[in-house]
């Protein structure tokens, strides 16, 4: 259902160009004759989203909704520093040798991360396996398994595996964890023309960082797999949809966010220099991160945004069902165990 406020008239058409509001009435088809070419795809990422009863879920940690990695490649020995609402995250690029490896970037990054840490709380462990499951996955948010696409996905690895990172919270949470990585082991890859392994590309699992993982399983984010698959290529999209999702459903009042406030936090370090250039561009990717969206109320003003309480993405129930699951998968005891080298 197209959130509304005290059951009245449908919010957000402006922010999303009207299409939840269309599909809901009009049905899909209907829906596309009725907008101009250019927003017949949010249309389409409404119906999708709205359609939807599979009710599988994405995990994303907390920081990573006021924070988010660069969306375009920075100089490889270029420190990323991100400051959000109360919490600045650092990455560090990784060496092999004495060459660096740059810090990760893009929808591909955030696509990989969305996997291990979905998958870490479903499962109840920080080792995520990759292989078959990473792959079926990939196809599922319509990543294509090889050519350029897998060229990205591996280049991407390869970078979130080397980088270290730094969340630091202010107030209660105090200074984050330190220095932590990703990635503690794994995400080797088998690209050569005669392994018989070529097809799976990746390891069979990978280790994430003990710290990191500890601070996902105490702040998960749930999001909808859906959502994510229609938002797989939008880097900027995808750190809106996910802000959205952790930022509405907390709400107690209507509140809002001026334009200079969003340019801080998703605008990337002086990539904006004129706000009404920030303003543009962050409205385009604002109309399909809440097409992707059905219950977040959002109304765009002339000052900047108008948050209002929304229901989240995915029901309370199914989340902690997942977190059960994954309590009862791998039990604390399991958890101390470490998989021995190989």
């Known amino acids: 259902m197209v959130g509304s406020v005290d059951g009245g008239v449908a919010m957000a058409e402006d922010a999303d160009r009207g299409a939840r509001h269309l599909v809901l009435v009009h049905g899909r088809d209907s829906a596309r004759s009725m907008v101009e070419p250019e ?25 990573f909704c006021l924070t988010g990695l660069p969306h375009r490649r920075l100089p490889d020995n270029e420190v990323w520093i991100k400051r959000g609402h109360k919490v600045t995250l650092q990455v560090e690029p990784g060496r092999k040798g004495n060459d660096y490896i740059g810090v990760p970037f893009g929808a591909r990054a955030r696509m990989i991360l969305l996997y291990l840490q979905t998958q870490a709380v479903r499962t109840g462990s920080r080792e995520v396996e990759l292989g078959r499951s990473m792959r079926n996955w990939l196809q599922r948010m319509g990543l294509a398994w090889g050519g350029e696409t897998g060229k990205a996905l591996r280049e991407q690895a390869k970078r979130i595996a080397a980088c270290h990172l730094k969340f630091s919270w ?18 080797s890859f088998h690209t050569g023309a005669g392994d018989e392994r070529q097809s799976a590309l990746w390891e069979d699992w990978v280790v994430l960082d003990e710290a990191f993982y500890e601070h996902l399983r105490r702040h998960p ?16 999209g995808l750190d809106i ?42 409205r385009k990717a604002l109309a399909p991160a809440v097409a992707a969206y059905p219950e977040a109320m959002i109304e765009v003003k002339e000052e900047g945004l108008l948050l209002h309480p ?28 470490t998989r021995p080298s190989r």
């Open 39 to 63: 927003h017949k795809s949010l249309i389409d990422i409404a119906a999708e989203v709205m359609s939807d009863e599979t009710s599988r879920m994405g995990i994303s940690y907390s920081g």
């Open 170 to 187: 202010e107030g209660e949470r105090g200074n984050g964890f330190d220095k932590g990585g990703f990635i503690r082991s794994g995400f």
């Open 221 to 236: 984010v749930p999001l909808r797999e859906a959502a994510l698959r229609e938002l797989a290529d939008r880097s900027l």
């Open 241 to 282: 949809y996910i802000w959205l999702a952790y930022r509405l459903h907390n709400l107690d009042r209507s509140t809002p966010v001026r334009w200079a406030a969003l340019r801080d936090q998703f605008g990337g370090n002086g990539s904006y220099s004129e706000l009404r250039v920030f303003r543009r561009e962050f």
């Open 310 to 337: 929304s229901r989240p993405p995915v029901a309370p129930r199914l989340v902690a069902d997942v977190a059960q699951q994954g309590a009862e998968a791998n039990p604390p005891a399991r958890r101390r165990q």
